[in-house]
């Protein structure tokens, strides 16, 4: 399975991006996908989640601005009311099933906030 994310860029703190993740390959089942970021200097932190069925998780600090979708195999997070502590590498991440249960990773994407 691969996963490819793209959408980001630079924007202006209060603005909106949009980012991207498609999974392809020999997914079997697509039990959820999720994203994640690594601030400079920082941990991988958690960002939202969504499950195949559609069930959505986020982060305390993005609920309210940021929206997690799925269509097919293709992951959204549309962005808004971005911060500059927003600005990190967006990571996305797939969890299959087929003969077993595996974890994916994308090559991330960066998006800065400036201020």
């Known amino acids: 399975v691969q996963l490819q994310a793209s959408g980001g860029g630079l924007v202006q703190a209060g603005g909106s991006l949009t980012l991207s993740c498609t999974a392809s390959?020999?997914?079997?089942?697509?039990?959820?996908m999720a994203w994640y970021r690594q601030a400079p200097g920082k941990e991988r932190e958690w960002v939202a989640e969504?499950?195949?069925?559609?069930s959505t998780q986020y982060e305390n600090s993005v609920k309210g601005r940021f929206t997690i979708s799925l269509d097919k195999t293709t992951m959204y997070l549309q962005m808004n009311s971005l911060k500059p502590e927003d600005t990190a590498i967006y990571y996305c991440?797939?969890?299959?099933?087929?003969?077993?249960?595996?974890?994916?990773w994308g090559q991330g994407t960066l998006v800065t906030v400036s201020s």
């Open positions: 991440h797939a969890v299959t099933t087929l003969n077993g249960e595996y974890n994916w």
């Open positions: 969504i499950t195949g069925a559609g």
């Open positions: 390959g020999t997914i079997g089942t697509l039990n959820g």
